[in-house]
């Protein structure tokens, strides 16, 4: 069940809105103060936060900019008396998605609502898809630069690392020793590309041979690939 913030101080607004969301199986917690909403930010996570401007305390731009200092993701709906644009422009500068005027049709408030967690659930699963690379048994967690084969953590030197992660990215391109030389060196690199070769061998003897595999390949002439 998602869970969403409401924090809206009119009273029967603030009910009838928790009534929509609730008959939608929402799990809805309401604030009626910015200064306590900010404290419970703090303390809970949310899927969605429906965040009235005109607050007692802390006004709903200064919720949000607060907000937006330690969590980016998590979608916020502003809800606002005022269909100015300057007041839309000063709601997406503090960091909202998306912006509500009063008075508005619960339907549209439940869509926007919905649209703004699923937008969220993609962005999500997308850096995640980008975070942590999977080819076959082989598992690589780009931000802990943590790989794991089989199940078992595999401990690699910084330009290990670095080179596997070139020639799984390259989705079995066959890529040169020149062009390994100069992704991971850089042009500055002065040596021969005989390093790469140590190097591919240092991976064999970590990535695949425990593990009985034959993933690091040789294409002769041509230069290296990974095969899933």
């Known amino acids: 069940m998602k869970k969403i913030l409401l924090i809206e101080d009119d009273p029967a607004l603030n009910a009838n809105i ?15 103060d910015g200064e306590l909403a900010g404290r419970i930010l703090r303390k809970t996570a949310f899927d969605c936060v429906i965040l009235d401007i005109n607050l007692p305390g ?8 607060s907000f937006r200092e330690y969590d980016t993701s998590t979608p916020v709906l502003m809800l606002t008396a005022f269909g100015e644009l ?14 509500l005027t009063k008075p508005f049709y ?5 869509l926007r609502v919905n649209s703004l967690i699923k937008r969220s659930e993609n962005t999500r699963a997308d850096r995640q898809g980008k975070e942590v690379l999977t080819v076959d048994d082989l598992v690589i967690y780009q931000a802990q630069k943590r790989v794991t084969r089989q199940g078992k953590e595999v401990l690699l030197t910084p330009r290990e690392y670095q080179i596997l992660v ?8 066959v890529l040169s ?3 390994l030389v100069r992704e991971i060196w850089g042009n500055a690199f002065d040596g021969n590309t005989n390093t790469i070769e140590v190097y ?3 991976l064999r003897n970590k ?19 990974f095969e899933d």
């Open 18 to 32: 928790k009534e929509a969301l609730s008959a939608e199986n929402l799990e809805v917690d309401t604030v009626f």
């Open 106 to 110: 619960m339907r549209e408030l439940l």
């Open 200 to 202: 591919i061998n240092f």
């Open 58 to 65: 802390k006004n709903g731009y200064e919720v949000c900019r």
């Open 177 to 179: 020793k020149k062009e």
């Open 166 to 173: 070139k020639l799984i990215a390259g989705r079995g391109e």
């Open 207 to 225: 990535i695949d041979k425990p593990f009985g595999k034959e993933s690091i390949r040789t294409r002769v002439g041509y230069g290296y690939y």
């Open 86 to 99: 300057e007041d839309k422009v000063q709601g997406y500068d503090c960091g909202a998605d998306d912006y």
